[in-house]
């Protein structure tokens, strides 16, 4: 496994819409392994593809219950229920902000072996689903501040 470089703010990768994945190969889990390792090497809770410069719609994430991996995660349903808190981001070092976010999602995606799965996340799970496919559309969290 390999620690990857994190893109930061200014690099056009950040503002792109990823590519979707077309076939879930060794190569792409390979690549989770990678962006999970480099993921806990900068103590973050979430990375997205396009952070360590690769525009495709891939995700991580831990929030102390565990990796999720997702490939192409859309997110089917969400809350009316917001709520307001600090986010940051591992693109963004040393800067954070307050922005409102859907209290409970559901996002549909493919596993590391191509099979469709569901996940549902509240509180700093849902935060961390809505951060990190935010990125996959070239969006920041810096975008959203209130």
Do not use: W
Not at 20 to 37: C, I, P, S, Y
Not at 77 to 95: A, F, M, N, R, W
Request: with cysteine; net charge negative; glycine share 8%.
């Amino acid at each position: 496994m390999s620690i990857l470089k994190i893109r930061e703010v200014g690099d056009p990768v950040l503002r792109t819409t990823a590519k979707e994945v077309t076939e879930v190969t060794d190569k792409t889990r390979q690549l989770l392994d990678n962006m999970v390792e480099t993921m806990y090497d900068a103590e973050g809770v979430g990375l997205a593809a396009p952070q360590i410069g690769i525009s495709k719609r891939i995700v991580v994430i831990d929030v102390g219950s565990g990796v999720v991996e997702l490939i192409n995660p859309q997110i089917i349903d969400k809350s009316e229920k917001t709520y307001v808190d600090q986010e940051g981001c591992l693109s963004i070092p040393g800067e954070t902000g307050k922005v409102e976010r859907a209290f409970e999602v559901t996002v549909r995606a493919l596993n590391r072996d191509g099979e469709k799965f569901e996940v549902e996340g509240k509180g700093l799970l849902a935060r961390a689903l809505q951060h990190e496919i935010d990125h996959l559309e070239g969006k920041l969290f810096t975008d959203k501040t209130i």
